[in-house]
């Protein structure tokens, strides 16, 4: 499985992204998919989570509310909506896929990554 990551740039303080993870190669569509993210100097960290129905998110208390995922099996592609973003936001996203069962938070618990894309948010 392939993963490539996209969207990322520059938002100001209160503003939108849009990420987008398109995956290629086995289909993705039963794994678990997600996105962390991964600041200067700090561990990478769990931003979402969606499982491959769709049916079932999880999300870091940091971003509840304000960031949004989904998936489109028929595309392989998996969204991430950031609203009402905050300079705390910036970081380069990852998404990942992992064929576990359960929803993981832990990045050891994925199997494929993409490359990243930056996020940077202005105040």
């Known amino acids: 499985v392939q993963l490539q990551a996209s969207g990322g740039g520059l938002a100001q303080a209160g503003g939108s992204l849009r990420l987008s993870c398109t995956g290629s190669g086995r289909a993705e569509s039963r794994y678990y998919m997600a996105w962390f993210r991964q600041a200067p100097g700090k561990d990478r960290e769990f931003v979402a989570a969606?499982?491959?129905?769709?049916?079932?998110?999880r999300y870091a208390d940091s971003v509840k509310g304000r960031f949004t995922i989904s998936r489109d099996n028929l595309e392989n592609k998996v969204d991430l909506q950031m609203n009402s973003l905050k300079s705390e936001d910036t970081a380069v996203y990852f998404c990942?896929?992992?064929?576990?069962?359960?929803?993981?938070?832990?990045?050891?618990?994925?199997?494929?990554w993409g490359q990243g894309t930056q996020v940077t948010v202005s105040s």
């Open positions: 990942a896929a992992s064929s576990s069962l359960l929803v993981q938070t832990r990045p050891s618990h994925y199997n494929y």
């Open positions: 969606i499982n491959w129905s769709g049916g079932h998110t």
